[in-house]
């Protein structure tokens, strides 16, 4: 079975890592995150659904991918959304040796800095981090988890089951990914345009974070 919400210990645990966006009830503000990116008609796909609602969401890109799509990134940014720094190579900080991984987080971080803008935040690949490297990451901007993981990736996962998932976890200040790559696609594709109608309706807005 796929588990799409965070198990409750787990924030127990990690208490330093943001799982959720500080906010009240009547807010009504939920974050999009859209890890991966960015990609060439996917990427596009998500901008234009994000369009027709005028919502904003934190796209938190792979470094290389940025260096291969600048046209993407430009977009991103003069739509008014975050991007957020996802490594250069999407690098596993329990694989990676400390150094090179904070290097690869460096290297992403001035690409994002060549577009003129700041990183909204860290995402760490696989949300796998070490103390270590969240104390020294920390200290320049905020390590973002997630209330609600999509598995949008996952291709065992039907459309309706995300769908149902993503309804039942949106709540005001709740953090949501998804990826705008190839191999999540099929099934963001399907669940996107419905979850924003969702959204829509419940009165909700989407953020930047
Ligand atoms: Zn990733």
Same mark, same amino acid.
């Given at each position: 079975?796929?588990?799409?919400?965070?198990?409750?210990?787990?924030?127990?645990?990690?208490?330093?890592?943001?799982?959720?966006?500080?906010?009240?009830?009547? %807010?009504?503000?939920?974050?999009? =995150? #859209?890890?991966?990116?960015?990609?060439?008609?996917?990427? +596009?796909?998500? *901008?234009?659904? !994000?369009? %027709?609602?005028?919502?904003?969401? =934190? #796209?938190?890109?792979?470094?290389?991918?940025?260096?291969? +799509?600048?046209? *993407?990134?430009? !977009?991103?940014?003069?739509?008014?959304?975050?991007?957020?720094?996802?490594?250069?190579?999407?690098?596993?900080?329990?694989?990676?040796?400390?150094?090179?991984?904070?290097?690869?987080?460096?290297?992403?971080?001035?690409?994002?800095?060549?577009?003129?803008?700041?990183?909204?935040?860290?995402?760490?690949?696989?949300?796998?981090?070490?103390?270590?490297?969240?104390?020294?990451?920390?200290?320049?901007?905020?390590?973002?988890?997630?209330?609600?993981?999509?598995?949008?990736?996952?291709?065992?996962?039907?459309?309706?089951?995300?769908?149902?998932?993503?309804?039942?976890?949106?709540?005001?200040?709740?953090?949501?990914?998804?990826?705008?790559?190839?191999?999540?696609?099929?099934?963001?594709?399907?669940?996107?345009?419905?979850?924003?109608?969702?959204?829509?309706?419940?009165?909700?807005?989407?953020?930047?974070?």
């Amino acid at each position: 079975m796929f588990i799409h919400q965070i198990p409750r210990i787990i924030p127990k645990v990690l208490p330093k890592l943001t799982w959720q966006y500080q906010t009240t009830d009547e %807010s009504r503000e939920v974050y999009f =995150t #859209f890890d991966d990116g960015p990609t060439v008609e996917i990427t +596009n796909f998500v *901008l234009d659904c !994000l369009d %027709s609602y005028a919502f904003k969401a =934190t #796209f938190f890109c792979i470094g290389k991918n940025m260096l291969a +799509n600048p046209e *993407l990134v430009q !977009l991103i940014i003069n739509k008014g959304h975050s991007i957020g720094n996802h490594t250069m190579n999407h690098a596993n900080a329990w694989k990676y040796n400390r150094l090179s991984f904070l290097q690869d987080y460096q290297s992403c971080q001035d690409v994002i800095h060549g577009f003129g803008v700041k990183s909204a935040g860290f995402r760490p690949p696989y949300g796998r981090i070490t103390n270590y490297i969240y104390n020294q990451i920390s200290k320049i901007e905020r390590v973002y988890m997630w209330t609600y993981l999509s598995g949008d990736y996952n291709k065992d996962l039907s459309p309706i089951d995300i769908l149902q998932s993503a309804k039942q976890s949106i709540k005001p200040g709740c953090i949501l990914v998804f990826h705008d790559s190839v191999k999540a696609f099929p099934r963001l594709q399907m669940v996107l345009p419905e979850l924003l109608e969702f959204c829509k309706r419940e009165n909700y807005t989407l953020k930047g974070l």
